[in-house]
Structures are given as structure tokens and as C-alpha cells.
């Protein structure tokens, strides 16, 4: 049997952001994942893989290499692959293109807990930060929210600007305070160590959905935006010990482990509690979603051969 490579452009073709997102809540019916992820170094490049299983959907290692002087004689810095195996008998399914897997699960990520916990009637979506992820985040809330107007604010107004030119309809803010006020979802996916959010800037009913920050020394939401808000995150497992922006204020008794109302494992739980309230999700990002993505993805190539 042939192993199918599934390369990004092919790939991305057959996709769909809302249907991902259903994979991602199916998934969480199952057994909660066993998740480990492995570092080997040799200065200044990096070997990173994260596997993942799931009892009744199977396995996947996520690999990438990680250059950083690869720019420099024009061959990409960041390169991987997703080797997905059968859980019936631990044979090779599929080879997935990295890039494609880690744009939709880290942005169909986001884009569930959104359905879920913000406002039904949401008409304005400010994305802050317009790298890697920033075109994804515009191609997958305009499909969950088509009725909402996508505003972007980034440090350097040029990258913003850039961004905006290829997604008609997208403007631009110049200010972020007031922009964060006037959003009814606020999306954040920038490589700040420092809080941006303040939580004095938040209103009542807003959405605060949180990618950025990945180490423990990480943070994009102050203290105040976590005390305002109703708390989520993706993964206990991969958020709670790991990722600053919840660590931190634990650690401090900002907030308590009580004030982490859910993760996707009681999706039941994702809902909003009143149309007034702030929710803050933190996308955690993990292996387990990696395999969830990954079988969607295959799963939508075999339906389109």
C-alpha cells in the first residue's frame, strides 16, 4: 500500500475551518491523550518532536528541525513533518506536511472555544499580531463569524498593512487600547514576554482569546484581564506548570486553580454564564491536538480521492 504525503497546498484545499473545529470537539469524546515531547540540541539548531496517542483514533509524532541560520542562504528555518500512525495496528497511515498541520490546529484551536464562548452576536474581531498565524486567524473567524467586521493591530503598522491587503474587507488599527475596547473578540498571537492586554481596557461581554505565549516566562494578558475574566484553556496538561500566562498568576495567587473553570475535555462546560460576562480562553496548543488535526486532514484526502 502506497503511504500518502500530504503536501500544504493539496492539503490545505480539502479543509474546512468549521468542520476542523467539530473534528477537535469529537476528538475530546475520547480517552484523554498521552502526550510527550523530546528536545535535542546542537547549537544553534533544534530537534523538536511531540507525540501524541489516543485510544481509538491512533498516534502521531509531530518532528520539525529548527535552523535558525537557514534564511541566510534562502532555505526556510522551521521544517517537519507529522507521521500519523493506525491505531489498530500501529502501521504508518499518512506523512503530513508540518506547516499545514500547525496552522490549523493552532488556529481551529482558538476558533472552537471562540464558537463556544463568545458572544453569538459578535460584530467586531480585533486580531493582535500579524505573523505566522495572523492569515489563518483571518481566513478561520471569518468563516465562524461572517457577519463580524476583522480589525488588525501589530507593533509595526507596515506588517499590519500588509497583512490587510490580502484579506478584503480587513482594516487596521493605529491605536490598540482603543481598539481592544471597541471588540467584541479579542485574539492576541505575538511573541510578547510582557503583558499588551490590559484588563482595565476590557468590556463587558468580550472574548479574550489567547495564542501567543508558549514558555513559561510568557505572558500577553495582565493580572486584572484574568481576574475579570471566566477562565479556559485547551489542556490542563499542557497550560497549567508550562505556559507563563497561567503559571504566573497561580504562582503569584492572582488566581487560584478553582478559577480554571474547564478544559476541552468538559467541553459541556464551555459556554458562557451570562452575555455580560468576559471569557479568556489560552490556547495551549499539544500533541493531542496535532493528532486530532492530522486525522481530520487525512480523513478529508481519502474522502476527495
Request: charged share 25%; with cysteine; proline share 4%.
Amino acid at each position: 500500500m502506497t503511504i500518502p504525503f500530504i503536501p500544504f497546498a493539496e492539503g490545505e484545499a480539502q479543509l474546512d475551518w468549521l468542520a476542523l473545529t467539530d473534528a477537535l470537539a469529537r476528538g475530546h469524546d475520547l480517552p484523554r491523550a498521552e502526550i510527550g515531547d523530546t528536545f535535542l540540541y546542537r547549537d544553534p539548531d533544534t530537534l523538536l518532536s511531540r507525540s501524541a496517542w489516543i485510544d481509538g483514533m491512533g498516534l502521531a509524532v509531530k518532528t520539525a528541525t529548527i535552523f535558525p541560520e537557514n534564511p541566510a542562504g534562502g532555505t526556510p528555518m522551521v521544517n517537519g513533518s507529522v507521521s500519523l500512525y493506525s491505531d489498530r495496528d500501529g502501521t504508518l497511515s499518512a506523512l503530513i506536511d508540518f506547516h499545514l498541520v500547525t496552522k490549523w490546529k493552532t488556529v481551529g484551536d482558538s476558533l472552537l472555544a471562540a464558537r463556544r464562548l463568545a458572544r453569538a452576536d459578535s460584530k467586531s474581531i480585533l486580531i493582535v499580531g500579524t505573523g505566522t498565524v495572523g492569515g489563518g486567524l483571518c481566513e478561520a473567524f471569518a468563516a465562524g463569524f461572517p457577519d463580524a467586521r476583522i480589525t488588525l493591530w501589530n507593533r509595526t503598522r507596515a506588517k499590519a498593512d500588509a497583512l490587510a491587503s490580502t484579506h478584503p474587507g480587513v482594516t487596521v488599527a493605529d491605536d490598540l487600547e482603543t481598539a481592544v475596547r471597541a471588540a467584541d473578540i479579542v485574539i492576541t498571537a505575538t511573541m510578547s514576554s510582557s503583558p499588551i492586554i490590559r484588563g482595565e481596557w476590557l468590556q463587558p461581554g468580550q472574548h479574550l482569546n489567547l495564542i501567543g505565549a508558549y514558555r513559561p516566562d510568557m505572558r500577553e494578558a495582565d493580572d486584572d484581564a484574568l481576574r475579570r475574566s471566566r477562565l479556559f484553556v485547551d489542556s490542563f496538561d499542557t497550560t497549567i506548570g508550562h505556559i507563563g500566562e497561567i503559571q504566573i498568576p497561580l504562582d503569584n495567587g492572582v488566581i487560584t486553580r478553582d478559577d480554571l473553570v474547564a478544559d476541552y475535555y468538559d467541553l459541556a462546560a464551555f459556554a458562557r454564564g451570562a452575555d455580560d460576562e468576559i471569557t479568556l480562553f489560552k490556547n495551549g496548543g499539544g500533541a493531542h491536538l496535532d493528532l486530532m488535526t492530522s486525522r481530520y486532514i487525512l480523513d478529508r484526502w481519502r474522502a476527495n480521492r
